[in-house]
């Protein structure tokens, strides 16, 4: 049993499921060992390795399935199907390559939701061992952001990175105030968990933001005593993680700050402790519930609060799927939190099933955030990269991973079109001709990318397959006729700076 007397254990759905949760209906039990059997355990990585031969399989057909690139994603069949399944991979992780494109598609659309969402089936043996052989100092910022971008880059979970990324930019620290540069470790400390506890229950999850170190010592926990409450934990925690402006009262800012005292950093450590007799024992009345409180009243209290199904459910509708819900769009997901007991992986399953996730309204609807074009460029051209260059390009795009802003996260997680302006379009521009044709930038050097081996592989023999090759896995073959004809014509003029083509066709023939 852990330090707050409560099963920590993630989500699961159908194999693997908790006690008492069956083909994903909704209940409020949970197995509390912790632990997942041998026979589920080799199932998942059975399932895993069948995924690559299933895949292997579902390429050819596919790319057959391309047949008709001006399909909207509104119908059910053909290459809308696909669309749709790029729309997911998009949403609920960083894109895909086309191999991921191909099993996905395999699964149909319900069935892929389930994979990504049953991500503990998925071995990640392969991400860990290369992570671990970079031998990255990850007390030192810049490690730590080419550390989680690689695993955004090469995970076989992706649905897990992109809900801690969420995670990240609600219950937001920030490397510079964290305790020095000694100490730095304390965000990958917080990411660890926020990664381990993605779909957990609400409570679950804030009861451990509350005691983590990163936390404590950014929002001055830590510094919080019985006779003079520290009160900007308290705040931000109604405010920016639970209920939102409104809902609550000075009072209970006060009340909440008394609670929540006796948490501490075990001195220059990436530990934390709880000290009841540094915890305030007076009498409190915290939104209506009096008594001697202590910080697991105050996370019980807000999770149940009504205020609090609402403003999580938003926050994940917002990210996800398109911005300014109606309280419609958000009903099934409130439904499901309260019925569930809070359970994030359960709402998450709602939020991905919902006919407003696969809507014409929601598709290309959010701009991407430098993290997600970064990564997703690397993903979908399956390019490869030691991580060195990666944290200047998500910089100078406008987003500094481990560093948000301020205790409100990114605004561009709620307005997705704050992410661009004239500079950081432009740098997003660059970053795509360093990637494709080669350069140096401030940080690194870039090799031109090889198209040779993708027209090897998937036997490209034309110009007009090689734009459709390429249209039909980053645009989900939404690619018109005129603008079909202006990419091909492009890629047949001649290079005036050299006689030779710099790529061959199937055809024999090359072009620059």
């Known amino acids: ?27 409020t039990s949970a197995s509390k060992s912790g632990r997942i059997s041998r026979r589920a355990l080799f199932t998942g990585l059975a ?108 995970s076989q979970r992706p649905l897990q990175e992109k809900m801690t990324l969420f995670w990240h930019g609600m219950l937001t620290s920030n490397y510079q105030k964290v305790g020095g540069p000694k100490v730095y470790t304390r965000m990958i400390v917080q990411n660890n968990f926020l990664r381990a506890h993605a779909f957990d229950t609400f409570d679950n999850i804030l009861l451990g933001i509350t005691s983590d170190p990163a936390m404590l010592f950014y929002l001055d926990l830590t510094r919080s005593r019985k006779n003079a409450p520290n009160e900007n934990y308290a705040r931000e925690l ?67 609060h009504p205020a609090a199904a609402a403003f999580l459910c938003r926050k994940l509708f917002t990210f996800f799927v398109y911005e300014n819900p109606s309280n419609e769009d958000l009903a099934p997901l409130i439904d499901t939190y309260n019925k569930s007991n809070h359970n994030v992986g359960a709402v998450m399953k709602t939020l991905l099933l919902s006919p407003q996730f696969r809507s014409d309204k929601a598709y290309r609807a959010r701009v991407k955030s430098p993290t997600e074009f970064v990564v997703g460029v690397y993903r979908a051209l399956d390019a490869k990269t030691d991580g060195k260059e990666l944290p200047a390009q998500t910089i100078i795009q406008g987003q500094t991973l481990f560093g948000p802003p301020n205790v409100a996260g990114w605004p561009g997680d709620k307005v997705s079109a704050t992410w661009l302006n004239g500079g950081t379009w432009l740098s997003r521009l660059n970053y ?79 072009y620059p």
Do not use: C
């Open 47 to 154: 399932g895993a390795g069948a995924a690559v031969a299933v895949g292997g399989v579902a390429l050819a057909e596919w790319q057959q399935s391309q047949s008709n690139p001006n399909s909207i994603p509104g119908a059910q069949s053909g290459s809308v199907a696909n669309a749709q399944i790029g729309h997911l991979l998009r949403r609920a992780g960083f894109g895909g390559r086309i191999e991921d494109l191909a099993f996905y598609n395999s699964l149909g659309y319900e069935g892929a939701v389930d994979h990504l969402l049953n991500y503990q089936r998925i071995s990640d043996q392969t991400l860990e061992q290369r992570l671990s052989a970079a031998k990255l100092d990850l007390n030192k910022a810049p490690n730590q952001q080419r550390w989680w971008l690689l695993r955004m880059i090469d």
């Open 432 to 510: 795509l001709n360093l990637l494709i044709a080669g350069g140096r930038s401030r940080t690194s050097v870039y090799k031109p990318f090889d198209f040779q081996s993708n027209i090897d592989k998937y036997k490209i023999d034309t110009p007009e397959a090689f734009v459709t090759h390429f249209a039909n896995f980053l645009l989900d073959g939404a690619l018109d006729d005129q603008r079909k004809a202006q990419l091909v014509s492009y890629f047949t003029i001649a290079d005036p700076r050299s006689r030779q083509g710099h790529v061959t066709l199937v055809n024999g023939k090359s």
């Open 238 to 304: 109604m405010e920016l993680f639970t209920l939102g402006l409104g809902h609550y009262t000075q009072a209970d800012v006060s009340a909440a700050a008394a609670a929540l005292t006796g948490w501490h950093i075990k001195g220059g450590t990436l530990e934390a402790q709880y000290n009841p007799r540094d915890h305030s024992n007076k009498e409190i009345t915290f939104l209506g519930h009096t008594g001697n409180l202590n910080y697991k009243d105050v996370i019980q209290i807000l999770t149940n």
């Open 1 to 27: 049993m852990d330090i707050h007397d409560q099963p920590t254990e993630p989500w699961k759905d159908n194999e693997g499921a908790p006690a008492g949760f069956v083909s994903g209906n909704v209940v």
